[in-house]
């Protein structure tokens, strides 16, 4: 059975940082690309960031750029999502998922159907 479990999220105020955290089990971890994605309430979920299987290839949103950091643990099943210089903006709540990718992110933001979801992780960034 697959799971995958996020945290790390909470209140922080603009400016301040936090580091989301994502598990992934049952599955074979390193055979996946991970993604971020958010859902502010009333908009649509958009791709945060992404990492491939192998660590080499990350892709951001061009509203994280240079502001977020993705990368992934394979001793802990477990990607993680650094954000700093966080902004008012940035308030949602964050999920992540993987998906089967033989090259890079693929289509990433547009995976289509994605198999497994977290459970999602609140971020509310106070001005």
């Known amino acids: 059975q697959v799971q995958v479990v996020e945290s790390g999220g909470g209140l922080v105020q603009a400016g301040g940082s936090l580091r989301l955290s994502c598990t992934a089990s049952?599955?074979?971890?390193?055979?996946?690309?991970m993604g971020w994605f958010r859902q502010a309430p009333g908009k649509e979920r958009e791709g945060v960031s992404c990492?491939?299987?192998?660590?080499?290839?990350?892709v951001y949103a061009d509203s994280v750029k240079d502001r977020f950091t993705i990368s992934r643990d394979k001793t802990k099943n477990t990607v993680f999502l650094q954000m700093r210089r966080l902004k008012p903006e940035d308030t949602a709540t964050y999920y992540c998922?993987?998906?089967?990718?033989?090259?890079?992110?693929?289509?990433?933001?547009?995976?289509?159907?994605?198999?497994?979801w977290g459970q999602g992780a609140q971020v509310t960034v106070s001005s």
């Open positions: 998922a993987p998906k089967l990718e033989v090259s890079g992110c693929g289509t990433w933001p547009r995976w289509g159907e994605v198999a497994y």
């Open positions: 049952g599955l074979r971890f390193d055979d996946y690309a």
């Open positions: 990492v491939s299987w192998s660590g080499g290839t990350t």
